[in-house]
């Protein structure tokens, strides 16, 4: 199994530009979530999503569009970007239980907005 | 929303000794209790969870502690090593978000 994969590795856009970042999980999880990192904030919730055509906002979701067509692929869509959005950007993914499973992270985006 | 604080933001122990990281949430009907263990540039890594009916866990030279009247839990390395430097994240869940703290930098001085 490759697990949680992320494309791209880097990325360096211009203020206003879309892009999208694509995250692939071969695991069946029914959980799949984006988080943002930055120094000092730990690891804030974007969007997440419980299922195939299920999704839901988290903590800081503004800026950001996801969409969930498959159980496999949970892209995120950055609409305009802006320099705030400068971060890494980690996907993971989970089993649905009742009381919490392990996330599994993939690599990361190290997106940075000029 | 739940809000997880973490504590301290750095702590620098000397190799053997034990470290201690703190976390505190608000949200009462929070059911589990992961940290996650990230080294430079890596992504983050499960190393122990704990759910809200156990009070204590532990594996191998890593344990966690739950207080869920007082909303916290800790997270415990004894004889510390020096691969054991890195960011520590607590975490919090609850109905469907899983919530993070703000990270731990641990160094381990030889």
């Known amino acids: 199994n490759a697990g949680v994969t992320q494309t791209p590795k880097f990325q360096v856009l211009k203020t206003g530009q879309s892009m999208t970042l694509q995250c692939a999980q071969d695991?069946?999880?029914?959980?799949m979530s984006w988080y943002r990192q930055d120094p000092g904030m730990g690891l804030r919730l974007i969007h997440y999503?419980?299922?195939?055509?299920?999704?839901d906002q988290g903590e800081v979701p503004n800026g950001y569009n996801v969409s969930r067509s498959t159980t496999e692929d949970f892209p995120l869509r950055l609409l305009s970007a802006a320099p705030s959005q400068t971060s890494v950007y980690f996907c993971?993914?989970?089993?649905?239980?009742?009381?919490?499973?392990?996330?599994?992270f993939g690599p990361g985006t190290r997106l940075t907005v000029l | 929303g739940e809000n997880v604080e973490q504590h301290p933001s750095t702590l620098s122990v000397q190799e053997g000794d034990s470290a201690v990281i703190k976390c505190t949430y608000s949200?009462?009907?929070?059911?589990?209790f992961p940290w996650y263990k990230q080294e430079l540039g890596k992504r983050p890594q499960l190393i122990i969870d704990?759910?809200?009916?156990?009070g204590e866990k532990k594996d191998q030279r890593i344990a966690v502690t739950l207080n869920k009247t007082a909303k916290h839990f800790s997270l415990h390395i004894t004889e510390t090593q020096p691969e054991d430097s890195a960011v520590y994240f607590c975490?919090?869940?609850?109905?469907?978000?899983?919530?993070f703290g703000q990270g731990t930098r641990l160094t381990i001085n030889p």
């Open positions: 993971a993914s989970s089993y649905r239980r009742s009381v919490g499973s392990e996330q599994f």
């Open positions: 695991m069946n999880h029914e959980y």
């Open positions: 999503s419980v299922g195939a055509g299920i999704t």
């Open positions: 949200d009462s009907a929070s059911n589990y």
């Open positions: 704990i759910r809200s009916n156990v």
């Open positions: 975490a919090v869940q609850g109905a469907q978000k899983l919530v």
